[in-house]
């Protein structure tokens, strides 16, 4: 079994297809756009995307998630509000939620990019259904319900 090292410590790798089949899933879904995983010290690991003319830099996208993750982690403990379960971004264009994926002991982001029009409720569930889906991806892993770790 493979490992992914980090500097704030290592998880064993997950099952590739599994998370392959993951994204896949989530990317067929309604107004989704892509799907990466990325390590939260700003690797990317996997990234699926519907329209597959686009050329997205991984690395700088997996670092701009990482960074954006390790901000709102520190905002909502100044705030004494903390742990973050996700992040969204809404802009003119478009929405992306960033989420942690459960078992991956906090390494690995789950970053999903929707259209504008996409139903942020449907954005949300289909990020938390694939971010459970990756966690049942680790050996041992089980998928269960309710939120992301």
Do not use: Y
């Not at 090292?5 to 899933?25: F, I, K, Q, Y």
């Amino acid at each position: 079994m493979k490992m992914i090292v980090n500097t704030g410590g290592t998880m064993l790798e997950p099952d590739r297809s599994l998370c392959v089949s993951a994204l896949d899933h989530l990317v067929a879904s309604d107004g989704i756009l892509a799907g990466m995983l990325a390590l939260r010290d700003g690797r990317p690991f996997l990234m699926r995307n519907r329209n597959r003319n686009r050329n997205w830099d991984e690395g700088k996208i997996a670092a701009m998630v990482s960074s954006t993750v390790a901000l709102g982690q520190t905002f909502l403990r100044e705030l004494g509000a903390a742990p973050l379960d996700h992040i969204l971004i809404e802009g003119a264009e478009g929405k992306l939620v960033i989420c942690s994926v459960a078992r991956s002991n906090s390494l690995l982001l789950l970053a999903v990019v929707a259209e504008r029009d996409a139903r942020l409720g449907l954005v949300l569930g289909h990020a938390k259904t694939c971010a459970q889906a990756i966690a049942a991806a680790f050996p041992g892993g089980v998928a269960r319900a309710g939120g992301v770790a």
